[in-house]
């Protein structure tokens, strides 16, 4: 199975701050990496698909980069609705993925 | 508008068994790979179970193969998920997703395995 490992686990940071999370596989998934925001008592959200194209409706601060095994995601400057837990996940081999979590926590 | 609507979770003893349903809407449900997640209390989002379109072909998780059950009905827009052998770590918020990237989502089902 594909292990996703997410960094760090927790991220403390004020809003207006840029936000940097990190993804790696345990082997290459070449770009087929998405990444989705949860919030306690709410359904997932799909941010962006395929390491790097945002999801419809997702803010243009809202950007992620990588192939092949490391990925990131950026939040150029954080909003306080950005708040949340951030997941990636990855669809290149069955079974599917997710890697533990980042939460973004206000500093 | 794409709709999923999640049913069928409950409190259940361990061992015991659960059929969960999604109804799907919104979008021609016979052409799409479905999938379940799950996200149980405190813990990350883990995905279960996939299907493919024609419902030939399944996938699960390690730590369920062997006790669920996933399948759909296509002339109903269902998706079915039949969880026997539950164990306290099934515990959990149960959605089901469209395709293998999860841009839908429904409000979710809650499974409580407890004695």
């Known amino acids: 199975d594909i292990v996703l490992t997410q960094s760090p686990v927790i991220l403390s940071l004020s809003p207006g701050e840029r936000a940097t999370l990190s993804c790696r596989a345990s082997?290459?998934?070449?770009?087929?990496l998405a990444w989705y925001l949860h919030k306690p008592g709410q359904a997932p959200r799909l941010l962006i698909y395929d390491a790097s194209n945002r999801a419809t409706g997702i803010p243009a601060r809202f950007s992620g980069s990588g192939s092949g095994t490391d990925f990131t995601l950026t939040i150029s400057a954080l909003e306080p609705e950005d708040f949340a837990v951030y997941y990636c996940?990855?669809?290149?081999?069955?079974?599917?993925?997710f890697g533990g979590g980042t939460k973004v926590e206000i500093k | 508008e794409v709709q999923l609507l999640e049913s069928g979770g409950d409190l259940v003893q361990p061992g015991g068994s659960l059929r969960l349903s999604c109804a799907a809407s919104g979008f021609i449900f016979s052409t799409y790979a479905m999938s379940w997640v799950r996200h149980a209390p405190g813990k990350g989002l883990k995905w279960v179970s996939a299907i493919s379109a024609s419902g030939d072909d399944t996938y699960y998780a390690d730590s369920v193969k062997g006790r669920f059950i996933i399948s759909r009905d296509n002339s109903r827009n269902t998706l079915y998920l039949q969880m026997n052998s539950l164990r306290d770590e099934d515990t959990a918020i149960y959605y089901c997703?469209?395709?293998?990237?999860?841009?839908?989502w429904g409000q979710g089902t809650l499974v409580t395995v407890s004695s």
């Open positions: 997703a469209p395709g293998k990237i999860f841009d839908y």
């Open positions: 082997q290459s998934i070449s770009n087929y």
């Open positions: 996940q990855q669809r290149s081999h069955w079974p599917l993925t």
